[in-house]
Structures are given as structure tokens and as C-alpha cells.
């Protein structure tokens, strides 16, 4: 998939990439991400990605899902193991989850007041159509 740029409804633009894609940028601003949780091998990506969004200035994960209780779930853990390992006590970082990818997709638009977007949803088209219809 190449990385594709879609314009919402204020301004703002979600980066619709995948995880390959996602690890050669660089994010200036705080942003915020939504995985996708619809089977073991997606929740297991998204759970390697943490260490790296957080580096990178992650301020939001978006869980979205059969599975994005458990992958929100596992990435508390893994912000607290950050947390821990950093000496960060000051993150911050909020996540939500939602098995209704409508829903899911109207709380990653509109929950967040991070500047940039990023949705690893390279798999999921029918989710990129969720988030242009919202």
C-alpha cells in the first residue's frame, strides 16, 4: 500500500499507511494512531509499534475491532513498561478502544486534539471508507 493522505472535515489529514511505511517517518507534532484489532497477527503489529509511536511523540491509541480491548489493554502495559524504562511519569498518553468501527473511526476523528492523524489501516479498506464518510 502507499501511504495515502485523506482531507477531514477540519483541516486536518489522516496519513492512512502501513506499519512498514509507518517506521520511515519522522512526526513533529504530537499525533495520534488508530490499529486495527481483527485477528492475533494485527494485534501482535500494533503491539511491537508502541515502543517506537511513543518515541516518535504518540499521544493517542485508537484500538478499533473484535480485539481492541485486549490490544487497548496491552498497550497500557506496554506505556507503563515505557513509562518505567524512560523514567517518564509524565506521558499522558490516552487510549480508547471500540468494536464498532464506526464508532471507533468517529472517536479517533473527533476524541483528540493531537494535530496529526495516522490510521495503519492498509488491510482494512472498508475502515478508510469509515473515515472519509465521518
Known amino acids: 500500500m502507499t501511504t495515502k493522505g485523506l482531507d477531514i472535515w477540519d483541516g486536518r489529514t489522516v496519513l492512512v499507511c502501513s506499519a512498514q511505511e509507518l517506521r520511515k517517518r519522522v512526526f513533529d507534532e504530537p499525533f495520534a494512531i488508530l490499529l486495527p484489532a481483527f485477528n492475533t497477527v494485527e494485534q501482535e503489529q500494533a503491539e511491537q509499534l508502541v515502543s517506537f509511536l511513543l518515541d516518535q511523540g504518540c499521544v493517542q491509541f485508537c484500538c478499533v475491532g473484535p480485539d481492541s480491548e485486549l490490544l487497548h489493554d496491552n498497550i497500557d502495559m506496554l506505556i507503563a ?54
Not at 478502544?97 to 493531537?114: H, I, R
Open 81 to 134: 513498561i515505557y513509562s518505567i524504562e524512560h523514567d517518564r511519569n509524565d506521558l499522558g498518553i490516552l487510549t480508547v478502544w471500540d468494536t464498532d468501527s464506526s464508532e471507533g473511526a468517529w472517536n479517533f476523528l473527533f476524541l483528540t486534539d493531537a494535530v496529526d492523524l495516522v490510521a495503519l489501516l492498509d488491510a482494512h479498506p472498508d475502515l478508510i471508507k469509515e473515515l472519509e464518510a465521518v
